[in-house]
């Protein structure tokens, strides 16, 4: 009876060991990218739409999204709050070109309900309209 005590004791203690190891997952790719997302970004540029042109974005009109850790997104233009919304990440295949995309989703943005991710890097933002004949809109982190 003790030496199944002890083998008992022992499978516990590795059982409990390998769970706490566990207990860590590795980071999702969709966890990484609302950390990159998290920042200000500047528009610099738009393509797409019906004439597929691109078009340098407006001095005048400088537009910039900030999106928070809280998953806040601010809406700028000029420096000054247009829009405030809570954002959410998710996964999806895309009408455009048929390959999971994770998407943004923060209710209507110069008129596009639907938009994802395109390129996200440290220092570039690419957002895209899931629609035949979308925009494409270019941010820099500022």
């Known amino acids: 009876m003790k030496h199944s005590y002890h083998h008992y ?15 860590k997952g590795a980071v999702s790719p969709e966890d990484q990218k609302a950390d990159l997302l998290v920042g200000r970004w500047q528009l610099t540029q738009t393509d797409g739409g ?6 340098p974005a407006d001095p005048a009109q400088r537009q910039e999204i900030v999106f928070d850790d809280d998953k806040q997104a601010t809406f700028l233009l000029n420096g000054a709050v247009s829009t405030k919304a809570k954002y959410v990440l998710f996964k999806a ?7 999971p995309q ?20 440290p220092n570039e933002l690419v957002i895209v309209e899931d629609y035949t004949d979308g925009r494409g809109y270019y941010y820099t982190r500022r």
């Open 9 to 23: 004791a022992l499978f516990l203690l590795l059982t409990a060991s390998g769970l706490a190891g566990c207990s």
């Open 93 to 99: 295949n895309s009408f455009v070109n048929r390959r």
């Open 50 to 55: 019906l004439t597929g042109q691109v078009h």
């Open 102 to 121: 994770t998407f943004l989703a923060y209710g209507r943005r110069n008129g596009s309900e639907k938009e994802f991710i395109e390129r996200l890097s």
